[in-house]
């Protein structure tokens, strides 16, 4: 990096400390405002674990206002980084490979998938969104600093709650990989949001990857299911004990994705790409595995229980939803080749609910965002709403339907009108910070949704040990 373009980027840094009563963003179109900011806290700690200064996040719009108070430092400039993950333990440098002070928070929050250093503006598919600007230190050995940036928020695909923020001992020269040669990790701050509580339910397995849930209210228990290797776990809801229900790799289940519990306490499991819909026992017994037409490319990807016992299941590649029948009989329900609904490139209809008077299916599309309405007499197709692109799963509450939006790291709140045929979005809802979130169930008051981290799957290190997440519905 040539030396005007070093003084441009500190003149910049200089910028950012004197905007603290600058406003952010305008809200986005069509969204309807939050009842308070979303905010977030981290206290920063040196290697010792001593409290040391604070940062704080407000979220202004699409980008964040942040605001670095920080004591002990020497004199000059120090690079500063949002990390990927939310601890500030030892751990590895990837820049040294040897374990360092927080070397836990592991390399460089990249939301772009740049895999590269750049300075603190570069848009995130050509640096890693953890670049902020360097943070001064005057010769007392003091830091104040509030800056605004877009390359993070505290909801979304560039969320950074439960990550950690790291201050280095050198300047960064914005340039080098993978962290600028700013030396060693000499300060360390989770970022947790303010006022807000979450219940986990971690579950023990290093690659779980858990895609499906499901609630039995009758137990107590809830299901979860493996998308890399079909291992299904059930989890004491009040105690949060998990035990292993059915091992992965069973009869017609290499992976496990939707899941539901039925009248009768049974579990339905289907069977992503084997083209298998498995029915197990209330005591994990293989009691059906019930398979679609043999196909290039099948996808079962979610079921739902009619009021009738019919179950209804979806296939993201192929355009129809098949129905088992209460005798066990699966067939071609719905062709959807010439309804509205228009299948195309990646993943298509996701999950699926019926509504509680049996008149109607809900379907989300995840490539489209597009909600559908299907009348169960006539099969009908009706467009609900757009703009839920990335919907996952989805949880009917009477006329609230809840969406998870994996890859948006949200769960959406949609207002729905009594017929179910037109809906609002109301509200988003990042929790402690979500790491693809994919369905939902509800127990009383309260929703769970598995923090998959199928973004992973094929690749990348993920957070361990995955998790349940528990809140009370908003």
Same mark, same amino acid.
């Given at each position: 990096?040539?030396?005007?373009?070093?003084?441009?980027?500190?003149?910049?840094?200089?910028?950012?400390?004197? !905007?603290? !009563?600058?406003?952010?963003?305008?809200?986005?179109?069509?969204?309807?405002?939050?009842? $308070?900011?979303?905010?977030?806290?981290?206290?920063?700690? @040196?290697?010792?674990?001593?409290?040391?200064?604070?940062?704080?996040?407000?979220?202004?719009?699409?980008?964040?206002?942040?605001?670095?108070?920080?004591?002990?430092?020497?004199?000059?400039?120090?690079?500063?980084?949002?990390?990927?993950?939310?601890?500030?333990?030892?751990?590895?440098?990837?820049?040294?490979?040897?374990?360092?002070?927080?070397?836990?928070?592991?390399?460089?929050? *990249?939301?772009?998938?740049?895999?590269?250093?750049?300075?603190?503006?570069?848009?995130?598919?050509?640096?890693?969104?953890?670049?902020?600007?360097?943070?001064?230190?005057?010769?007392?050995?003091?830091?104040?600093?509030?800056?605004?940036?877009?390359? &993070?928020? #505290? $909801?979304?695909?560039?969320?950074?709650?439960?990550?950690?923020?790291? &201050?280095?001992?050198?300047?960064?020269?914005?340039?080098?990989?993978?962290?600028?040669?700013?030396?060693?990790?000499?300060?360390?701050?989770?970022?947790?949001?303010?006022?807000?509580?979450?219940?986990? +339910? %971690?579950?023990?397995? %290093?690659? @779980?990857?858990?895609?499906?849930?499901?609630?039995?209210?009758?137990?107590?228990?809830?299901?979860?299911?493996?998308?890399?290797?079909?291992?299904?776990?059930?989890?004491?809801?009040?105690?949060?004990?998990?035990?292993?229900?059915?091992?992965?790799? =069973? +009869?017609?289940?290499?992976? =496990?994705?939707?899941?539901?519990?039925? =009248?009768?306490?049974?579990?339905?499991?289907?069977?992503? =790409?084997?083209?298998?819909?498995?029915?197990?026992?209330?005591?994990?017994?293989?009691?059906?595995?019930?398979?679609?037409?043999? !196909?290039? /490319?099948?996808?079962?990807? @979610?079921?739902?229980?009619?009021? *009738?016992?019919?179950?209804?299941?979806?296939? !993201?590649?192929?355009?129809?939803?098949?129905?088992?029948?209460?005798?066990?009989?699966?067939? /071609?329900?719905? *062709?959807?080749?010439?309804?509205?609904?228009?299948?195309? #490139?990646?993943?298509?209809?996701?999950? &699926?609910?019926?509504?509680?008077?049996?008149?109607?299916?809900?379907?989300?599309?995840?490539?489209?965002?597009?909600?559908?309405? &299907?009348?169960?007499?006539?099969?009908?197709?009706?467009?609900?709403?757009?703009?839920?692109?990335?919907? *996952?799963?989805?949880? #009917?509450?009477?006329?609230?339907? +809840?969406?998870?939006?994996?890859?948006?790291?949200?769960?959406?709140?949609?207002?729905?009108?009594? @017929? +179910?045929?037109?809906?609002?979005?109301?509200?988003?809802?990042?929790?402690?910070?979500?790491?693809?979130?994919?369905?939902?169930?509800?127990?009383?008051?309260?929703?769970?949704?598995?923090?998959?981290?199928?973004?992973?799957?094929?690749?990348?290190?993920?957070?361990?040990?995955?998790?349940?997440?528990?809140?009370?519905?908003?």
């Amino acid at each position: 990096m040539n030396r005007l373009k070093m003084l441009g980027l500190l003149a910049l840094a200089g910028a950012f400390g004197n !905007s603290a !009563s600058a406003g952010g963003m305008e809200p986005v179109p069509g969204m309807a405002p939050a009842s $308070t900011p979303l905010a977030a806290t981290a206290a920063i700690r @040196d290697a010792a674990g001593e409290v040391r200064g604070t940062a704080t996040f407000q979220q202004m719009g699409l980008g964040v206002q942040v605001t670095v108070e920080v004591s002990g430092l020497t004199p000059g400039g120090h690079g500063m980084h949002v990390h990927e993950y939310g601890r500030c333990t030892p751990g590895v440098d990837p820049a040294t490979n040897t374990v360092v002070p927080f070397g836990g928070a592991g390399g460089h929050f *990249d939301p772009g998938m740049s895999h590269n250093h750049d300075d603190p503006v570069a848009p995130d598919k050509y640096g890693h969104g953890g670049d902020l600007p360097m943070l001064m230190v005057g010769a007392d050995g003091m830091a104040r600093m509030t800056f605004t940036t877009n390359k &993070i928020s #505290l $909801t979304g695909m560039n969320g950074v709650l439960n990550r950690a923020l790291v &201050i280095h001992a050198m300047p960064d020269d914005y340039k080098t990989d993978p962290a600028g040669k700013s030396g060693m990790r000499e300060r360390c701050g989770i970022i947790t949001r303010n006022n807000f509580s979450v219940r986990n +339910y %971690p579950l023990p397995g %290093p690659t @779980d990857f858990p895609e499906g849930i499901a609630y039995d209210a009758k137990k107590g228990m809830i299901y979860t299911g493996s998308a890399a290797n079909g291992t299904i776990y059930a989890i004491n809801a009040a105690s949060g004990t998990v035990s292993k229900f059915s091992e992965g790799g =069973a +009869y017609g289940r290499r992976i =496990a994705l939707g899941l539901k519990v039925d =009248a009768q306490g049974r579990l339905w499991v289907a069977g992503g =790409a084997q083209g298998t819909v498995s029915v197990l026992s209330p005591d994990g017994m293989i009691l059906n595995v019930l398979e679609t037409p043999m !196909s290039p /490319a099948p996808y079962l990807n @979610d079921l739902t229980v009619a009021p *009738d016992g019919n179950v209804y299941v979806t296939d !993201s590649r192929r355009p129809v939803i098949f129905r088992v029948d209460r005798n066990m009989n699966l067939t /071609a329900w719905l *062709d959807l080749t010439g309804t509205p609904i228009k299948y195309g #490139l990646g993943v298509n209809l996701n999950g &699926i609910a019926a509504t509680p008077d049996g008149r109607f299916l809900l379907a989300i599309q995840l490539n489209t965002g597009d909600l559908w309405r &299907i009348d169960l007499r006539t099969k009908a197709v009706r467009k609900v709403m757009g703009g839920l692109k990335n919907g *996952d799963g989805i949880l #009917l509450d009477g006329h609230t339907l +809840y969406v998870g939006r994996n890859k948006d790291q949200v769960v959406s709140k949609v207002s729905l009108s009594a @017929d +179910y045929g037109s809906g609002t979005l109301v509200s988003e809802e990042p929790l402690m910070g979500l790491r693809y979130p994919t369905t939902l169930a509800m127990i009383g008051g309260d929703l769970v949704v598995p923090q998959s981290q199928l973004d992973k799957l094929m690749g990348g290190t993920p957070e361990t040990p995955f998790k349940l997440t528990r809140f009370r519905k908003f």
